[in-house]
């Protein structure tokens, strides 16, 4: 389809001037507006202004400049359909062939810190969306181009054949719907937030594909990861990394997982995690300490794994974690010690937080056949004084401190989940069992000796008393779980019987 005629009008203006003297060269018309306009004509590209083609003035501070007939006439026309070229012709309206486009910066303007609400309203751009619609639903006769990337594909067909092919032109329509549905939904999300209404009746999501992945969880299954617009800093999207290879779709899960627990932690702290469960966590004065209780946690399982700390990597500690294979690191910084140790083994991935290692998202997002679920990220912390006491015996000090720990770990492990834990540090893990008992049974097998003198957290309550039977008899000396079944009592029996504190939340932690 042939170019005789360009409407610009952008508020990126990366590349667009060299795009419309190219237009220029090719004996394209172009028409633009405010700005844009003005960036034009200090290049001395040729240009008209979007008022000598309506005859109507731009007006309210700007606000309305293209909502007229002779812009969305020339645009929507069906340019071989009789009826619409002789409508254009009474109406003396000119066809409009290229629609160059992007939008006034809402996502950058809602992003700043101080913004207020009346900045962000101003920023919401009508007249832009409205020109790109027009021009993607009648793509078969107009180009749209809303991004500078697609600027160089458009001139070479524009010099090798006069206009654009079809293929391209339907191209960049979808992206044009993609942009402005993105535009809306980012709005749309802004003024829930301002109404505080995290659930509304018409939910629109937008992501920005960050990589094209190699694969799925497995090679048959094709990935990509997408971020939120607004993704904080601190989170696993805005990442830098380091060195290593490309993440993969279980690095990636596996390595948000082990961020969202680590953050639980304020004293330094290192998490192992595979396949989506942490295997070793550890809590001591120093990293080098927590990351050694981390991996005698279950140094088979840690092999291949994701470690993620809230502390900078130094260069002791990255000589004990270079003498294993790892996937990745994940750290808020790494001393340059550490880099250069960690550097010789290419294929470990790096990742270092930007911003604090304590932000965490809002909400959290799944897919079923057909639909999704939503819900607040959980995000509840128990204290020592809102847990209720059951038995005759209280927690000991350290009984406490473990409680604690175990209670901050076992809410990330998949449920049924049990943790086991000793001064600071895992020693078994039971995780996504049928049943708790089993979930109790794997924990203590994997504790071995070291399962006597130690502590239990469970995510859920206990149905029966079986749980505190296999307890009892491995030498666990307290536990901490939610409470609520209807036989609460005989595990508290069970408990007293053999002398085991035990305390009660009233929170539960469901991992699926």
Request: with cysteine; charged share 25%; glycine share 8%.
């Amino acid at each position: 389809m042939q170019i005789r005629r360009a409407l610009i009008s952008v508020s990126d203006k990366t590349g667009i001037v060299s795009f419309a003297q190219s237009l220029a060269e090719q004996g394209v018309e172009i028409i633009s507006t405010g700005g844009t306009r003005r960036t034009l004509e200090e290049a001395e590209v040729p240009v008209i202004s979007i008022s000598d083609v309506t005859g109507f003035p731009e007006i309210l501070d700007g606000r309305v400049k293209t909502l007229h007939p002779k812009v969305h006439g020339g645009l929507l026309a069906v340019r071989d359909l009789q009826t619409h070229q002789q409508q254009l012709q009474d109406q003396a309206i000119t066809p409009i062939d290229l629609v160059c486009v992007n939008l006034y910066p809402f996502q950058q303007t809602i992003a700043k810190p101080d913004v207020d609400f009346a900045e962000a309203i101003e920023n919401i751009d009508i007249g832009g969306p409205s020109m790109v619609r027009s021009a993607a639903k009648n793509h078969r006769y107009v180009t749209v181009v809303i991004d500078p990337n697609d600027y160089a594909f458009v001139i070479q067909q524009l010099k090798e054949n006069g206009g654009t092919d079809e293929a391209l032109r339907r191209r960049l329509a979808a992206k044009a719907f993609g942009h402005t549905a993105a535009y809306d939904a980012l709005i749309a999300d802004y003024l829930n937030r301002q109404i505080d209404e995290p659930f509304p009746g018409q939910l629109t999501l937008t992501f920005q594909k960050q990589q094209e992945l190699r694969y799925g969880e497995n090679p048959h299954q094709q990935a990509a990861f997408y971020r939120e617009p607004l993704a904080g800093e601190g989170l696993l999207a805005t990442c830098e990394q380091l060195q290593g290879k490309e993440l993969s779709y279980n690095n990636i899960s596996d390595a948000n997982a082990a961020l969202e627990l680590v953050r639980e932690f304020e004293q330094p702290t290192v998490v192992a995690v595979k396949h989506m469960n942490p295997c070793g966590v550890g809590s001591a004065d120093t990293i080098v300490e927590a990351y050694r209780l981390a991996y005698d946690a279950d140094p088979i399982s840690i092999y291949g794994g994701i470690i993620a700390t809230n502390q900078t990597v130094d260069d002791e500690t990255a000589e004990l974690m270079s003498q294993i294979f790892l996937e990745i690191i994940i750290a808020p910084e790494f001393t340059e010690e550490a880099r250069q140790i960690l550097t010789k083994k290419q294929n470990l991935r790096l990742l270092r937080l930007k911003g604090e290692v304590s932000t965490v998202q809002q909400h959290k997002v799944v897919s079923v056949g057909g639909g999704l679920l939503i819900q607040d990220v959980d995000q509840h912390e128990i204290t020592r004084e809102e847990c209720q006491n059951a038995t005759k015996r209280a927690p000991s000090k350290q009984e406490w401190a473990d409680l604690l720990f175990a209670w901050k770990v076992v809410k990330h492990v998949k449920s049924n989940a049990i943790v086991l834990v000793k001064n600071g540090q895992t020693i078994g893990i039971g995780a996504g069992q049928m049943n708790r008992v089993g979930a109790a049974k794997i924990a203590i097998e994997q504790a071995g000796e070291q399962a006597k003198g130690a502590v239990l957290a469970s995510d859920a309550f206990f149905p029966m008393k079986d749980t505190l039977e296999v307890a009892a008899a491995a030498g666990i000396r307290a536990i901490i779980q939610p409470g609520g079944s209807v036989r609460d009592q005989e595990s508290i029996d069970e408990a007293n019987k053999h002398d085991i504190a035990m305390v009660m939340t009233g929170i539960r932690h469901f991992k699926h």
